[in-house]
C-alpha cells in the first residue's frame, strides 16, 4: 500500500495561485496512477485532474482546464497541482488520491488509498 500526505494549502485572494504537493511512501508511487479531488463544504468530493503512472497523460475537470496544472516525479514519490487565477469557487479541502487502475478515471471509488487532504480558501 501506499500513504499520501498533502501539503501546500492556504488563505489566497481571487486570481492568486497555489501549488499543492502529495509526497507518497510505501510501495513504489510509480505503480500507481494518481488524482486530485476537492470537497467543498456540504458537497460530495469532486474531480479536480489525475495522471498517468508515467506522468505522459493528464486530464482535468471542465471547471479547472486551462487553469490547474497535475503534474508527478516518479524519482521522488510526489505529485504536484498547480492551482492558478483561482477563483472563489475553488475554496475546498483538496485531497490526492492512487488508484491501482491502468486506466485513468475521475471516480472516487476507483481510487484505493488516499491522502488526509489541505484546506484552500480563496477570497473574494
Known amino acids: 500500500q501506499v500513504q499520501l500526505v498533502e501539503s501546500g494549502g492556504g488563505l489566497v485572494q481571487a486570481g492568486g495561485s497555489l501549488r499543492l504537493s502529495c509526497t507518497a511512501s510505501?510501495?513504489?508511487?510509480?505503480?500507481?496512477?494518481m488524482g486530485w479531488f476537492r470537497r467543498a463544504p456540504g458537497k460530495e468530493h469532486e474531480f479536480v485532474a489525475h495522471?498517468?503512472?508515467?506522468?505522459?497523460?493528464?486530464g482535468y475537470a471542465d471547471s479547472v482546464k486551462g487553469r490547474f496544472t497535475i503534474s508527478r516525479d516518479n524519482a521522488k514519490n510526489t505529485l504536484w497541482l498547480q492551482m492558478n487565477s483561482l477563483k472563489p469557487e475553488d475554496t475546498a479541502v483538496y485531497y490526492c488520491?492512487?488508484?491501482?487502475?491502468?486506466?485513468?478515471?475521475?471516480?472516487?471509488?476507483?481510487?484505493?488509498?488516499w491522502g488526509q487532504g489541505t484546506q484552500v480558501t480563496v477570497s473574494s
Open positions: 488520491a492512487a488508484s491501482q487502475l491502468w486506466r485513468l478515471t475521475s471516480r472516487t471509488n476507483e481510487y484505493d488509498y
Open positions: 495522471i498517468a503512472r508515467s506522468g505522459g497523460t493528464t
Open positions: 510505501g510501495r513504489a508511487f510509480s505503480s500507481y496512477s
